[in-house]
């Protein structure tokens, strides 16, 4: 997980402030299937202008959720508000909100231009108004010389932009995204990334994004809601997600990590120890964790916090510090990935960046290597 | 000499199979001689003649109006309930309902045409309508097989529609109703146009049905033909067969012209959009 949250750091963080009302309240809905649970008693709130990811696998209920949100299914129990008003029995067409398709769904017997004017015909917008707001959207999107095309007369980049351009055009308080980058290449999707990140903070919108990519959730969104199971793991901003996931499945979810079990040997206000056999040495935590002694825990730390050397650190007290042996490196270019036997067995997964060259690269396959990383490295998880 | 293996006789075998028929048939159209198998020389009399029987034509006339209306009657109907089947979801009965939609396909003619000529007979009884057999009863008739063509072509067509194209118009503003007839009929008018031509085929050509539930004075091309064999094939039903086939042959060249030059067309879009990209 090497990228970088791409939105400023001074931005206003709402979510913080007790006074703010959200923008969208999601107040404990469930929607059943059968006896299929897609969304299990989940609560959300979501302030205006924020770029709000729903992150998880598939069959994690975040498109249910989503659709809920854009009024093509109706909760089981529980209620959506968005901007105080109860969503219960308004139908899509009246609904504040417009959403951008995973299959862009647009209508093939339209031009790019009638496609972006739909839902103002809807509301019936004079027409030369019209013909200045497409105008202006599709100059927004850079698709003006495109106008007359047929959508099967578009690249899939093209698709895309119109897509978004229809929904924008209404001046939705709330845009909903369906995978909005899930058809394109990898190039066309990180230029992509930003271009959304900008129209959105122009326009001042709320953006809702269901994704299962979790880089493209990490770069754009404010903050993230990881689901699992139609229920919500873990919401936060990306950093704290990944810094700091409160669960197993979180911390294996967002980026790779590394998990040692263990027992906690000792719990103080300030740090907690864990003897742990799977990494062969004590892990030292330099923050306080409500757990009693004796609790069996997992302690997750990432590939980066962990340094390698073929030498043992100086003023190395023995916690923090495993050894093992090299068995894979892969070579990345700017980094490389580490994967390296404990003496118990447990691989563990170690990346560095490459700041020498390679021809230089003091540490090679088979070798016995020193694992150590800080206090403040680990989280500890007990779910 | 491998080039006429077993596998080419099975090919040319198959085609003579199919189109000797036809090809004698219009050969036989253009017999000097009345009677049908024996060749007397080329003569185009018979067309002259077909064209100054008024029980052929009026026959044919008859069949033409029957299908036409049996065709607009069928995609209204088929239309419902392709849509019904194919948008409605699960719904109790769902199962049975599209059973019962399709079981016209399987059942024999023989037993449609009866059980409708049983209804009509009663229904006049009971109120009067309707009054003989004829027209009407005729259109109705074709009309509750047919349909049941159409609303299978429908029905699959609506299935292969991405169902998020009506839920962004529902989503931009548009009504249940609008989005209907601004988004859903475009995209299916090809399955509907088909569905018309196919209703209309299969009225044109049906003998049994139409045979139970005609009444005097309103005999269809396909009755004419069938009972005209029984004293002898005349050379004027070859002749009108043969019109028939030109007729028809003649729209399936053009339908297929104009479906290549459209596949062309998108062909050549999608290279641009490509580059273009």
């Known amino acids: ?383 | 000499m491998k080039r006429f293996g077993f596998l080419s006789w099975a090919l040319w075998f198959g085609y003579a199979f199919l189109y000797v028929p036809i090809v004698l048939l219009v050969v036989y159209s253009f017999n000097e001689s009345r009677l049908v198998t024996v060749w007397g020389g080329f003569s185009t009399k018979w067309y002259g003649e077909l064209l100054n029987n008024d029980k052929l034509l009026g026959a044919a006339a008859l069949s033409l109006q029957v299908a036409a209306v049996t065709a607009t009657m069928s995609v209204l109907l088929g239309t419902l309930a392709g849509i019904a089947l194919s948008r409605f979801g699960r719904f109790r009965g769902r199962t049975l309902f599209g059973g019962m939609i399709t079981a016209p396909l399987v059942m024999p003619d023989v037993i449609i045409g009866l059980s409708l000529l049983v209804l009509f007979v009663s229904m006049e009884q009971l109120i009067g309508w309707p009054e003989g057999r004829g027209f009407t009863t005729i259109a109705i008739a074709h009309t509750t097989f047919a349909m049941a063509y159409v609303a299978v072509v429908i029905q699959s067509r609506l299935s292969g529609m991405d169902e998020s194209l009506e839920e962004a118009a529902m989503d931009l503003g548009a009504r249940p109703a609008k989005v209907f007839f601004v988004i859903t009929l475009p995209i299916i008018a090809p399955a509907i146009v088909s569905g018309w031509l196919l209703a209309f085929t299969l009225s044109l050509d049906d003998v049994v049905i139409a045979s139970f539930v005609s009444g005097p004075g309103s005999t269809t091309l396909p009755m004419v033909v069938f009972s005209s064999v029984k004293f002898g094939v005349s050379p004027e039903i070859n002749a009108l067969a043969s019109l028939m086939m030109l007729i028809v042959s003649t729209g399936i060249f053009i339908a297929s012209l104009l479906l290549a030059r459209q596949d062309r067309q998108r062909a050549r879009d999608e290279q641009m959009a490509m580059q273009g990209g």
């Open chain 1, 1 to 383: 997980m090497a990228s970088q949250p791409i939105r400023k750091p001074t931005r206003l963080e709402p979510w913080q402030d007790p006074g703010q009302t959200p923008y969208v309240r999601i107040d404990r809905v469930t929607k059943r299937f059968g006896d299929f649970v897609a969304v299990d008693e989940v609560s959300l709130s979501i302030h205006r202008g924020e770029f709000f990811a729903l992150l998880g696998g598939s069959g994690s209920g975040k498109t249910t959720l989503l659709r809920m949100l854009a009024g093509f299914e109706t909760p089981s129990d529980g209620k959506i508000y968005i901007d105080g008003v109860d969503m219960t029995g308004i139908p899509p067409y009246e609904r504040p909100v417009n959403m951008m398709f995973q299959s862009y769904a647009l209508f093939p017997h339209m031009t790019v231009e009638q496609n972006v004017a739909f839902g103002l015909k809807q509301d019936r917008v004079p027409k030369p108004e019209i013909r200045d707001r497409v105008a202006e959207m599709l100059n927004l999107v850079q698709l003006g010389q495109f106008a007359k095309r047929k959508p099967h007369q578009l690249s899939g980049g093209q698709r895309q932009r119109v897509a978004l351009a229809r929904s924008l055009v209404k001046r939705p308080k709330l845009l909903l995204l369906d995978e909005p980058l899930g058809a394109l290449d990898r190039r066309l999707r990180e230029q992509t990334q930003f271009e959304l990140v900008n129209i959105q903070e122009r326009l001042g919108i709320t953006f809702i994004v269901v994704t299962h990519d979790q880089e493209e959730a990490m770069t754009m969104s404010s903050r993230i809601a990881v689901m699992n199971h139609g229920k919500i793991a873990q919401v936060g901003t990306p950093s704290e997600v990944y810094e700091y996931p409160n669960s197993r499945f979180v911390s294996e979810f967002i980026g790779s990590v590394n998990l040692f079990e263990g027992i906690v040997a000792e719990e103080q206000s300030d740090h907690v120890l864990i003897r742990s056999e799977e990494a062969g040495c004590d892990l030292y935590i330099n923050h306080g964790v409500m757990v009693p002694p004796g609790t069996r825990v997992a302690v997750a730390i990432r590939p980066e916090k962990i340094t390698l050397a073929k030498e043992a650190p100086a003023a190395a007290d023995g916690r923090n510090l495993a050894r093992g042996l090299v068995r894979e490196i892969a070579y990345l270019g700017d980094m490389s990935i580490y994967l390296v036997q404990l003496a118990g067995g447990k691989t563990v997964r170690v990346t560095a960046p490459n700041v020498t060259r390679r021809t230089e690269m003091p540490i090679t396959w088979e070798d016995e290597v020193y694992l150590s990383w800080q206090p403040f490295a680990g989280v500890v998880l007990t779910q």
